[in-house]
């Protein structure tokens, strides 16, 4: 198992199983069958509105004598809503509950954007507060304080640029542990990964598969599709393995995490299978030629200007 290890040794399963738009009534099933597969790491989200399913599969295969809890990598993430040192609490103890845990084994800051408590998505600029008013510091001083008290082992960010990495590495204490983007052919972030790295700073790709079944608010009119792109194919077919599997696979070989979704049992076992193929360097240049720095998670609904957030202070480029 290709694993990343973590400054206390606490090894991370690199390919994890994603959840984000895996449907309720679909993901407790997907989960389970992950599991029997052989997955070890879930990425979950409280913004996915799914955890309490995912509770009720982990609970299952622990029950069954499938897996111990200790064997699991579970992974978390902090809403847009609930960025206040006394909110922060609230909303891990809330997803602890509905995944049935007592601890986490990562917790990340989902986006370095703010919402005011209890709205999911705002309708228009009135929902969103400004990074002046509730600071990335504070946000991150909370998760600080909830990894000293057990109850996460790991923290770190997710869509946060070296800019506002380095802003958290600056301020005493605990530095981002992971770094979660997406990462894609389309979308490579040499830079960012190569930073990351050099700062000891773990990396997990998102949409490695180019998350074709997104909601229609994140599609664009002729986007380039990843897994349809001739280089993919070509090196797939010369390898007889899918599309996929390179996608999967060269993610792996960039020493990062991995977590592509799938609630479907073939694809599921398709996507585990990548851990026994190899990619040879030749064809890892050829898919580094591939980058457009394209996004699919653009980040423009999140753009409300008059509270200081637009494309620009997002992604710091
Ligand atoms: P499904 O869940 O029906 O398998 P991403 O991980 O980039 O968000 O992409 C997820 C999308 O890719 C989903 O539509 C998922 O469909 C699909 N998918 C997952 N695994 C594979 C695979 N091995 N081959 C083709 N499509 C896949």
Redesign the pocket.
Known sequence: MHTLTFSNNDKMPALGL?T???APGEVKQ?VIHAIEIGYRHIDCAAIYQNEAEIGDAIAECIEKGLVKREDLWITSKLWNDAHKQNEVEVALKKTLKDLRLDYLDLYLIHWPVVFKNGIDFPENSEGYLRLSEVPLSETWSAMQQLQKGGVIQHIGTSNFSRKKLQHLIDLEGQQPEMNQVEL?PYLQQQDLLEYCHENGIHVTA?????????PEVFKKQGEPIP?ENETIVAIAEKNQI????VLIRWQLQRNISV??????PK??K??FDTLKIELNDAEMDEIAALDQHKRIIDGAFFVAPDKGYTLESLWDE
């Open positions: 994603g984000w738009k895996s997907a894609h998102y949409s490695p598969l180019g998350s074709m079944d997104r897994l899918s599309p996929a599997q977590i592509p979704k799938s609630t479907n694809r599921l398709e996507n």
